[in-house]
């Protein structure tokens, strides 16, 4: 189908503003068969229907929108974590504030140190898993990423890892308009958690792709927070093999334009594959998680859990969706979004979907939308417990639910404490 | 202690009186009881004088040790000494019990410019009162009342009644859904607080409960009014005869 003609130029005004690499080796051609697919597809508009609660503008447009930037001398996340810390400022890599990029059990190289060269293993994961996740459903975004990025890590782990490798990304210009592009292979048996933090960019597009071989374990954990003004489309692209393991959570809290895209398809029988996401937001707030599972072998289990909590009008969204191919027999697929609104100006948009073509399979999706519990607020004040400091308890107890789906202690106390954070300087 | 004068209340949504002119005083160092017939008004009470949203005070007042209650949030009255243990406790998923009561404690503690309790000292105090009531470790780590039984609920009430200390306590129906066992260890638990200082208001159906706590002053509600006050006797009274007679006497 031809791109109607509105999109076609809005797509052709922000590759004007964008400058290509060819790269000169492998890259070359994964990035020229991406542009290709941008210019096929078209940048989304508002006439999407994959773009029904998002409004996709401000990320697509030439011009990255205006970001302040959010000044604080608190700790950051993962701060009192031991971990390989990769630093990316606006995008580019920081050599000086990141650590030796060499630990036991894996290597670590920049994609713009390997773009160059004859060959690489990347070439065979760089856009690929990102063209698979182009259908049934278009991402144009990413495919612009794999088009324009120019930097990124790309890890291969072979073995255990002694820490996790943590990947920083700072925001210092107002204005800037930042790509990324990871990929991350994990051979069989082997494991690694991966640690996203930071607010990146003004405006940030990344795009991960992550291949999990046979009895592999990939986990991973993201903050995105603090800069409330910033903007990001983000895509994890996984494929899943035989026993293997696949577990992200992503804890969001302000940006007034967050989507993060994640698809993931079971190719090996007895995959798990669990993604969740707390998201707490306030006033021009808009939050947009969404997650497109493919279930391709037997006895696999996903499972989705999402919990947003919207104040003074914030937006939250939830699309999921469980593909369950013919002969994905004994698929144990779960989902629940759910919303707590602080106040009648905040709304939730939440579309679940279930796609079955296997019979025997069990799959159960929910999605509710409430205010927070009057028995349970008059419970805890009756006891002394202020209004302010009971609510956030109630919110703390509504989000637990999904910061449970990490596996890491220290990690989910990380994650547990910097809600409360965010709770206290907005309720406190 | 609490001084509750010519109390009229009526549902906030709804043209519904449900307290028709309430007047009682409960001295400190005394139990008192009311029995009624249900829907009588005896929950309400107990409510109006927590904090809880829904009803509005037509008329009349409400003091502990001479300040207005009716004017306060709930927390500034559990602050001053109110506590009302609950005729159906809530439950609270994902928030646990001890952070809850920790939480509790704290809260009233700051608000009444007092020191806040160390983790250790409440460890050790919430250990000692846990035990004499029959609550495991387990309980205490679960969320609020989640999986509870009912009597585990009520003994949880009791608990929280202890470790919070409050100077006026209101139990409602505190004894319904209870073993003769676990109603012993509830009285217990109420007993081990009596003290001069502090004021009970024992709301029950049934003399049972008052058996082993003994009330010094026995009220029977009805339609949103104590139509009879006396002494002990009077709940045996209910017990052998129901409330048909007493209703008809003062009718
Ligand atoms: N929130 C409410 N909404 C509607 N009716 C209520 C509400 N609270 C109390 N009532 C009514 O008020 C009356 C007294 O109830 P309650 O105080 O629970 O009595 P008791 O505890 O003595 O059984 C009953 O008729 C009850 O139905
Ligand atoms: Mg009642």
Avoid at chain 1, 150 to 157: K, N, Q, R
Avoid at chain 1, 328 to 353: R, V
Avoid at chain 2, 23 to 44: D, F, R
Avoid at chain 2, 134 to 139: F, S, V
Wanted: proline letters at 3%; one cysteine or more; charged letters at 25%.
């Amino acid at each position: 189908m031809a791109v109607a003609q509105t999109k076609q130029s809005a797509t052709e005004a922000r590759l004007a503003s964008l400058v290509a690499h060819e790269g000169g080796g492998w890259i070359s051609s994964g990035r020229q068969a991406a542009l290709e697919r941008v210019r096929m597809m078209g940048l989304p508009d508002r006439r999407d229907e994959y773009w029904k609660y998002t409004r996709p503008d401000t990320l697509v447009q030439a011009e990255a929108p205006k970001a302040a930037l959010f000044e604080t001398t608190d700790p950051r996340v993962f701060d009192g974590i031991d971990r390989l810390k990769i630093v990316f400022t606006d995008g580019v890599f920081d050599a000086d504030a990141s650590d030796d990029l060499s630990l036991e059990g894996l290597n670590i190289e920049r994609l713009a140190d390997i773009a160059g060269k004859d060959i690489h293993w990347a070439k065979d994961l760089y856009g690929v898993l990102e063209t698979n996740g182009q259908t049934p459903v278009e991402r144009p975004l990413a495919a612009l990423n794999t088009a324009f990025a120019t930097d990124g890590v790309v890890i291969h782990v072979t073995g255990q890892v002694s820490k996790p490798v943590s990947l920083i990304y700072n925001h210092r210009s107002e204005v800037s308009d930042a790509m990324l592009h990871h990929l991350v292979k994990v051979d069989a048996g082997a494991k690694v958690t991966i640690l996203e933090n930071g607010p990146a960019a003004a405006r940030f597009n990344k795009v991960m792709e992550v291949e999990i071989a046979d009895g592999a374990e990939f986990h991973h954990v993201r903050a995105q927070g603090r800069d409330h003004e910033r903007r990001a489309i983000t895509h994890i692209f996984t494929r899943l093999g035989v026993e293997s393991v696949f577990k992200s959570f992503t804890l969001t809290a302000n940006g007034m334009m967050t989507r993060n895209e994640c698809v993931i398809e079971l190719t090996g029988d007895d995959a798990v594959a669990h993604v969740a996401g707390a998201a707490v937001g306030d006033g021009d707030f808009h939050h947009d998680d969404t997650v497109f599972i493919t279930h391709d072998a037997v006895n696999c289990e996903s499972r989705q859990v999402f919990k947003k909590v919207l104040r003074n009008g914030a937006t939250g969204v939830f699309q999921g969706k469980i593909l369950v191919k013919p002969d994905a027999q004994k698929t144990d697929g779960y989902q629940i979004s759910q919303s707590l609104l602080l106040d009648e100006d905040s709304q939730f948009l939440a579309k679940p979907e279930l796609e079955i073509y296997a019979d025997d399979v069990a799959c159960s999706h929910g999605s509710t939308s409430g205010a927070i519990d009057e028995e349970a607020l008059f419970y805890l004040r009756a006891r002394g417990v202020p209004k302010n400091i009971a609510t956030d308890l109630l919110t703390l107890a509504f989000l637990a639910e999904a910061v449970l789906e990490i596996e890491d202690e220290a990690l989910a106390e990380e994650i547990s404490s910097r809600l409360e954070g965010w709770l206290v300087r907005h309720n406190g | 202690m609490l001084e509750i004068k010519d109390l009229k209340v009526k549902l906030e949504d709804e043209d519904k009186q449900i307290l028709k002119g309430v007047n009682l005083t409960v001295e400190a160092g005394k139990v008192h009881a009311i029995m009624g017939p249900n829907g009588s008004g005896k929950s309400t009470l107990s409510y109006v004088l927590s904090g809880r949203d829904g009803y509005e005070v037509t008329d009349g007042s409400a003091t502990l040790e001479g300040e207005d209650l009716l004017d306060m949030d709930p927390e500034e009255r559990a602050a001053l000494g109110m506590f009302l243990a609950f005729q159906y406790p809530v439950e609270i998923p994902g928030v646990g019990n001890m952070t809850f009561l920790r939480t509790a404690v704290n809260a009233q503690r700051k608000a009444r410019g007092e020191d806040e309790m160390s983790a250790s000292d409440f460890l050790k105090e919430i250990r000692a009162k846990a035990k004499t009531l029959k609550i495991d470790a387990d309980m205490l780590k679960r969320p609020v009342n989640v999986g509870f039984s009912g009597g585990e609920k009520k003994r949880n009430e009791i608990l929280q009644m202890a470790m919070l200390e409050p100077k006026m306590c209101i139990l409602d129906e505190t004894d319904s859904g209870l073993d003769v066992d676990a109603m012993k260890l509830v009285a217990e638990g109420v007993n081990a607080l009596r003290s001069e200082g502090r004021g009970f208001l024992v709301i029950t159906h049934y003399q049972r409960l008052l058996d082993h706590i003994k009330p010094d002053v026995v009220h029977i509600m009805a339609n949103g009014r104590i139509v009879k006050t006396g002494g002990p006797e009077l709940a045996l009274e209910v017990e052998n005869n129901g409330y048909a007679d007493i209703l008809a006497e003062v009718a």
